[in-house]
T-cell receptor, first 113, second 113 residues
């Protein structure tokens, strides 16, 4: 039981390049989330998927797209990376309902030059 | 909108000292409240939670009580250890069923031997 896995762990991009961050969970959770963590800002929600087949914008969605590929997988895409997107990205999942614990992946540290 | 405010760090304590990290929230309904801990280089993991007023969450010697009258959920531990050094996040889940979670900015704790 791996929980929530994320790939890659580290990535360096040049401005304008694109990439996809992958996330998978094996807990049969309905809801999945993407956050970014910046110093002094805490965690900010980028996008979330309440259930398979649905996605919604969070607090900071600009410059990102997501795909809920199936119940297990939720990917985050940067179409044209900018230095402001340098951050640590966390994927999380939770069971049904908004009052349950979130389980987090280990994070992806992204640097955009 | 809903929000979480927690004390700024860093908090530096000697081993065996008493710990309090303050957290207050604003919410229109009756959210669930959480404390997460993040160790260096890792994702967040749930430390404790409370789902209704006057509930006390506890784990690994940490405690927090859901105080609706003061809209607070302060984290306490009677005797900290060096291994407790980490960043602590207070969070709430919105009660409206939108599956969103709101995190505080985090408080870094450093415990000295």
């Amino acid at each position: 039981n791996a929980g929530v896995t994320q790939t890659p762990k580290f990535q360096v991009l040049k401005t304008g390049q694109s990439m996809t961050l992958q996330c998978a969970q094996d807990m049969n959770h309905n809801s999945m989330y993407w956050y970014r963590q910046d110093p002094g800002m805490g965690l900010r929600l980028i996008y979330y998927s309440a259930s398979e087949g649905t996605t919604d914008k969070g607090e900071v969605p600009n410059g990102y797209n997501v795909s809920r590929l199936n119940k297990r997988e939720f990917s985050l895409r940067l179409e044209s990376a900018a230095p402001s997107q340098t951050s640590v990205y966390f994927c999380a999942s939770s069971g049904a309902g908004g009052n349950t614990e979130q389980f987090f992946g280990p994070g992806t540290r992204l640097t955009v030059l | 909108g809903d929000s979480v405010t927690q004390m700024e760090g860093p908090v530096t304590l000697s081993e065996e000292a008493f710990l309090t990290i303050n957290c207050t929230y604003t919410a229109t309904g009756y959210p669930s409240l959480f404390w997460y801990v993040q160790y260096p280089g890792e994702g967040l993991q749930l430390l404790l939670k409370a789902t209704k007023a006057d509930d006390k969450g506890s784990n690994k010697g940490f405690e927090a009580t859901y105080r609706k009258e003061t809209t607070s959920f302060h984290l306490e531990k009677g005797s900290v250890q060096v291994s407790d050094s980490a960043v602590y996040f207070c969070a709430l889940s919105e009660p409206s069923g939108t599956y969103k979670y709101i995190f505080g900015t985090g408080t870094r704790l450093k415990v000295l031997a």
